[in-house]
């Protein structure tokens, strides 16, 4: 069975599958409404919040939501749909957890080259903001949050809404491709979106193509939950600024004016397809048109 097949382990329902993303959704588009309505600076708003309670009681209550997400997905699935973690997050007998740390320390390694070749090259767009006390806090509270909220966002989309969704749909194209879109335009709302543009969301929306093709192509969550990890781990932790989302006491601050340049760019029409290539070559993989285009049937027999 395929990863998007694991789905049908557990008990079907449209009723079953439209609750948890109902919720999320309104929440977001409510959300969204009050910012537009009550016109909103989200940018002044976080500005003010770090200023009263500082940068990692904020990242705190900013993650912590989803770390209630994610309890909520696990539970429902669990609980609803009578399926198991495993089959919600892999094909395989067992999660393996070997993947998961191969993706995150890979590019965690590449995102830190990336950002010491910045830094050495452009010294002058970066402050150092090291402040060991405030920093060991931030690395504590970063190491058990952040992965719970990414791994929300990946139980989320890539996997419940893609098991979902191709399950309803009898696909693995459509999944892949309204999952990585709603995954782009829900970060609509950064600050860095309303500073730079809506250009922006090219990068978004790559990087969520990026996360659904490692996932239908590995047939399971590993690698994308060790990458998406990795990327916002090491990014609260290596490099914030004072117009993202994430702005924490981290080691450098780039001080940099926001341009959108290149930088948009080179992630997903280069550093992607590289990480594509070597993750392909690890772990063989092949038939790539019928594992990100071809139907999903029913299997004859379900264990």
């Not at 990414?150 to 979902?164: A, D, H, I, N, V």
């Amino acid at each position: 069975m395929n990863y998007i097949q694991q789905g049908y382990k557990g008990e079907l329902g449209m009723w079953k599958y439209t609750i948890i993303p109902g919720l999320f959704f309104g929440l977001m588009g409510l959300n969204l409404l009050a910012m537009l309505v009550l016109d909103l600076d989200v940018d002044k708003i976080i500005q003010t919040e770090i200023a009263t309670k500082g940068a990692t009681r904020f990242l705190i209550e900013s993650v912590l939501p989803f770390a209630v997400g994610l309890i909520a997905v696990v539970l429902w699935v669990k609980f609803i749909h009578q399926q198991s973690i495993t089959s919600l997050t892999t094909s395989r007998k067992k999660i393996d957890w070997k993947r998961v740390f191969f993706s995150f320390f890979l590019w965690g390694c590449m995102s830190t080259l990336l950002i010491l070749i910045d830094f050495f090259i452009t010294p002058q767009n970066y402050e150092f903001n090291f402040n060991a006390q405030k920093f060991l806090v931030l690395l504590v509270v970063a190491i058990l949050l952040i992965p719970l909220q990414t791994s929300f966002e990946e139980y989320f989309f890539r996997g419940y809404l893609m098991q979902g969704l191709g399950i309803a749909t009898k696909n693995r194209w459509f999944p892949l491709v309204f999952t990585s879109i709603i995954f782009g335009l829900l970060h609509i709302a950064n600050p860095e979106v309303g500073k730079l543009g809506y250009q922006l969301l090219v990068y978004y929306i790559g990087t969520g193509f990026f996360l659904g093709i490692i996932t239908l192509m590995d047939e399971g969550l590993e690698l994308a939950l060790g990458f998406h990890a990795a990327n916002n781990l090491f990014t609260a932790l290596l490099v914030t600024s004072n117009w993202t989302v994430f702005q924490t006491d981290s080691i450098l601050l780039d001080i940099s004016e926001p341009t959108l340049g290149a930088n948009i760019y080179i992630p997903v029409f280069v550093i992607f397809p590289i990480l594509l290539f070597i993750f392909s070559k690890k772990y063989n993989w092949s038939h790539w048109r019928d594992r990100l285009l071809g139907s999903i049937q029913k299997p004859t027999e379900i264990r």
